[in-house]
Protein backbone atom coordinates (compact mmCIF):
# COMPACT_ATOMS: atom_id res chain seq x y z
CA UNK A 1 0.00 0.00 0.00
CA UNK A 2 0.89 3.43 -0.58
CA UNK A 3 1.25 5.45 2.45
CA UNK A 4 1.87 9.44 3.23
CA UNK A 5 2.55 10.38 6.74
CA UNK A 6 2.40 14.14 7.92
CA UNK A 7 4.23 14.73 10.73
CA UNK A 8 6.83 12.28 10.59
CA UNK A 9 9.72 13.45 12.23
CA UNK A 10 8.02 13.54 15.49
CA UNK A 11 7.82 11.06 18.00
CA UNK A 12 4.76 9.42 16.62
CA UNK A 13 4.98 10.00 13.18
CA UNK A 14 8.49 8.13 13.18
CA UNK A 15 7.60 5.44 14.62
CA UNK A 16 4.43 4.93 12.00
CA UNK A 17 7.29 5.69 9.50
CA UNK A 18 9.71 2.66 10.66
CA UNK A 19 6.32 0.73 11.19
CA UNK A 20 5.05 0.97 7.94
CA UNK A 21 8.43 0.34 6.17
CA UNK A 22 8.75 -2.78 8.06
CA UNK A 23 5.31 -3.89 6.91
CA UNK A 24 6.21 -3.35 3.29
CA UNK A 25 4.56 -0.63 2.59
CA UNK A 26 5.83 2.12 0.38
CA UNK A 27 5.91 5.49 2.70
CA UNK A 28 6.14 9.30 1.03
CA UNK A 29 6.66 12.26 3.99
CA UNK A 30 6.80 15.83 3.48
CA UNK A 31 9.69 17.72 5.05
CA UNK A 32 9.76 21.29 5.87
CA UNK A 33 13.79 21.45 6.05
CA UNK A 34 16.62 19.68 4.46
CA UNK A 35 17.55 18.73 7.73
CA UNK A 36 14.10 17.04 8.31
CA UNK A 37 14.56 15.47 4.61
CA UNK A 38 17.82 14.19 5.72
CA UNK A 39 16.88 12.31 8.61
CA UNK A 40 14.11 10.43 6.65
CA UNK A 41 14.61 6.15 6.77
CA UNK A 42 16.41 4.72 3.30
CA UNK A 43 13.30 3.75 1.21
CA UNK A 44 10.91 6.91 1.70
CA UNK A 45 10.57 9.62 -0.53
CA UNK A 46 10.57 12.67 0.49
CA UNK A 47 8.81 15.65 -0.73
CA UNK A 48 10.23 19.37 0.48
CA UNK A 49 7.30 21.77 1.11
CA UNK A 50 5.10 22.75 4.37
CA UNK A 51 1.55 21.33 5.54
CA UNK A 52 -0.08 23.90 5.10
CA UNK A 53 0.81 24.72 1.60
CA UNK A 54 -1.58 23.36 -0.89
CA UNK A 55 0.73 22.69 -3.95
CA UNK A 56 3.27 20.65 -1.48
CA UNK A 57 0.29 18.58 0.06
CA UNK A 58 -0.90 17.84 -3.31
CA UNK A 59 2.44 16.66 -4.40
CA UNK A 60 2.89 14.41 -1.51
CA UNK A 61 -0.49 12.68 -2.30
CA UNK A 62 0.51 11.96 -5.55
CA UNK A 63 -0.92 8.28 -6.32
CA UNK A 64 -0.92 7.37 -2.55
CA UNK A 65 -3.44 5.52 -1.30
CA UNK A 66 -3.85 6.69 2.33
CA UNK A 67 -2.77 9.17 4.85
CA UNK A 68 -1.83 9.58 8.39
CA UNK A 69 -1.82 12.97 9.93
CA UNK A 70 0.70 13.04 12.93
CA UNK A 71 0.94 16.82 13.41
CA UNK A 72 1.45 18.47 16.36
CA UNK A 73 3.29 21.72 17.39
CA UNK A 74 5.61 19.59 19.59
CA UNK A 75 5.35 18.96 23.33
CA UNK A 76 2.76 20.56 25.39
CA UNK A 77 3.66 23.86 23.15
CA UNK A 78 4.11 27.08 24.59
CA UNK A 79 0.09 27.78 25.48
CA UNK A 80 -0.67 29.95 23.46
CA UNK A 81 -3.55 28.97 20.23
CA UNK A 82 -2.07 27.47 17.50
CA UNK A 83 -4.11 26.51 14.04
CA UNK A 84 -1.71 24.75 12.65
CA UNK A 85 -3.25 20.96 12.73
CA UNK A 86 -6.87 22.16 11.74
CA UNK A 87 -5.21 24.44 9.14
CA UNK A 88 -3.01 21.41 7.67
CA UNK A 89 -5.99 19.01 8.27
CA UNK A 90 -7.62 21.68 5.86
CA UNK A 91 -5.61 21.36 3.27
CA UNK A 92 -4.92 17.50 3.24
CA UNK A 93 -9.09 17.17 3.37
CA UNK A 94 -9.45 19.10 0.32
CA UNK A 95 -6.36 17.86 -1.45
CA UNK A 96 -7.55 14.17 -0.51
CA UNK A 97 -11.37 14.87 -2.30
CA UNK A 98 -9.70 16.31 -5.47
CA UNK A 99 -7.84 13.02 -5.49
CA UNK A 100 -10.59 10.93 -4.74
CA UNK A 101 -8.11 9.24 -1.74
CA UNK A 102 -10.98 8.53 1.01
CA UNK A 103 -8.70 7.16 3.41
CA UNK A 104 -7.11 9.71 6.61
CA UNK A 105 -6.63 8.58 10.25
CA UNK A 106 -5.40 11.04 12.16
CA UNK A 107 -3.49 11.85 15.60
CA UNK A 108 -5.90 13.17 18.42
CA UNK A 109 -5.97 13.52 21.98
CA UNK A 110 -7.23 12.30 25.37
CA UNK A 111 -9.04 14.79 27.09
CA UNK A 112 -11.05 15.96 24.28
CA UNK A 113 -15.10 16.21 24.84
CA UNK A 114 -16.75 12.87 24.54
CA UNK A 115 -13.37 11.06 25.76
CA UNK A 116 -14.71 10.13 29.13
CA UNK A 117 -11.56 12.15 30.75
CA UNK A 118 -12.71 14.40 32.94
CA UNK A 119 -10.37 13.91 35.62
CA UNK A 120 -7.56 14.43 32.97
CA UNK A 121 -9.11 18.29 31.61
CA UNK A 122 -10.43 19.22 34.92
CA UNK A 123 -7.59 18.27 37.68
CA UNK A 124 -4.16 17.11 36.31
CA UNK A 125 -4.34 19.78 33.07
CA UNK A 126 -4.79 22.44 35.63
CA UNK A 127 -2.19 21.70 37.91
CA UNK A 128 0.53 19.72 35.80
CA UNK A 129 -0.16 21.17 31.94
CA UNK A 130 -1.20 24.50 31.66
CA UNK A 131 -0.23 24.26 28.31
CA UNK A 132 -1.86 21.95 27.28
CA UNK A 133 -5.25 23.50 26.19
CA UNK A 134 -4.63 25.14 23.06
CA UNK A 135 -3.52 21.84 22.18
CA UNK A 136 -6.63 19.76 22.98
CA UNK A 137 -8.56 23.14 21.31
CA UNK A 138 -6.93 22.34 17.94
CA UNK A 139 -7.95 18.84 17.79
CA UNK A 140 -10.92 19.75 18.67
CA UNK A 141 -11.51 21.83 15.44
CA UNK A 142 -9.50 19.12 13.47
CA UNK A 143 -12.18 16.50 14.77
CA UNK A 144 -14.85 18.66 13.53
CA UNK A 145 -13.35 18.46 10.18
CA UNK A 146 -13.04 15.46 9.79
CA UNK A 147 -16.94 14.85 10.73
CA UNK A 148 -18.20 17.56 8.07
CA UNK A 149 -15.52 15.46 5.76
CA UNK A 150 -17.40 12.41 3.42
CA UNK A 151 -13.70 11.08 3.73
CA UNK A 152 -13.00 7.52 5.30
CA UNK A 153 -11.95 8.81 8.46
CA UNK A 154 -10.54 7.86 12.03
CA UNK A 155 -9.52 10.03 14.89
CA UNK A 156 -7.12 8.05 17.29
CA UNK A 157 -7.37 9.57 20.66
CA UNK A 158 -4.09 9.04 22.03
CA UNK A 159 -3.20 8.94 26.01
CA UNK A 160 0.69 10.25 26.63
CA UNK A 161 3.43 8.57 24.12
CA UNK A 162 5.93 6.72 25.50
CA UNK A 163 9.41 6.10 23.75
CA UNK A 164 10.03 2.59 25.18
CA UNK A 165 10.02 -0.93 23.89
CA UNK A 166 6.34 -2.33 22.36
CA UNK A 167 4.14 -4.12 24.60
CA UNK A 168 2.30 -5.47 22.19
CA UNK A 169 -1.23 -5.45 23.45
CA UNK A 170 -3.64 -2.26 22.81
CA UNK A 171 -6.70 -1.13 25.04
CA UNK A 172 -9.84 0.00 22.42
CA UNK A 173 -12.57 1.90 23.29
CA UNK A 174 -14.29 2.04 19.67
CA UNK A 175 -16.51 4.89 21.34
CA UNK A 176 -13.58 7.68 22.04
CA UNK A 177 -12.95 7.23 25.41
CA UNK A 178 -10.30 7.26 27.21
CA UNK A 179 -8.40 3.55 28.30
CA UNK A 180 -5.39 4.64 30.44
CA UNK A 181 -2.47 7.29 30.70
CA UNK A 182 0.01 6.05 28.18
CA UNK A 183 0.99 4.17 24.99
CA UNK A 184 4.51 3.45 23.53
CA UNK A 185 4.78 5.23 20.20
CA UNK A 186 5.17 1.82 18.06
CA UNK A 187 1.97 0.11 19.69
CA UNK A 188 -0.41 2.98 18.31
CA UNK A 189 1.65 3.58 15.28
CA UNK A 190 0.82 -0.40 14.96
CA UNK A 191 -2.99 0.07 15.64
CA UNK A 192 -2.91 3.05 12.86
CA UNK A 193 -2.01 0.71 10.45
CA UNK A 194 -3.62 -2.24 11.73
CA UNK A 195 -7.23 -0.07 10.90
CA UNK A 196 -5.57 1.51 7.41
CA UNK A 197 -5.24 -2.43 6.24
CA UNK A 198 -8.00 -3.74 7.57
CA UNK A 199 -10.67 -1.04 7.03
CA UNK A 200 -11.82 -0.49 10.67
CA UNK A 201 -13.24 1.99 12.37
CA UNK A 202 -14.93 4.28 9.73
CA UNK A 203 -15.76 7.80 10.36
CA UNK A 204 -15.36 7.38 14.56
CA UNK A 205 -13.25 8.54 17.03
CA UNK A 206 -11.19 5.77 18.80
CA UNK A 207 -9.25 5.59 21.90
CA UNK A 208 -6.44 3.50 22.61
CA UNK A 209 -3.98 3.15 25.61
CA UNK A 210 -1.52 0.06 26.86
Not at 106 to 131: D, K, Q, T
Amino acid sequence: MKLVVFGSTGMGGSAVVAKALERGHDVTVLARSQTSADKAPHGVRVVRGDALDPAAVERTLDGTDAVIQYLGVGGLGDGKPNDLVPDATRVIIEKMRERGIERLVCASNMGLPGSGAVLFRRVLVPLFARRLPPILDAKVAMEAQLEASELAWTAVRLPALKAVSDKGTVKVDASGRATGYSITCGDAADFMLDIIERSQHLRAAVGIAN
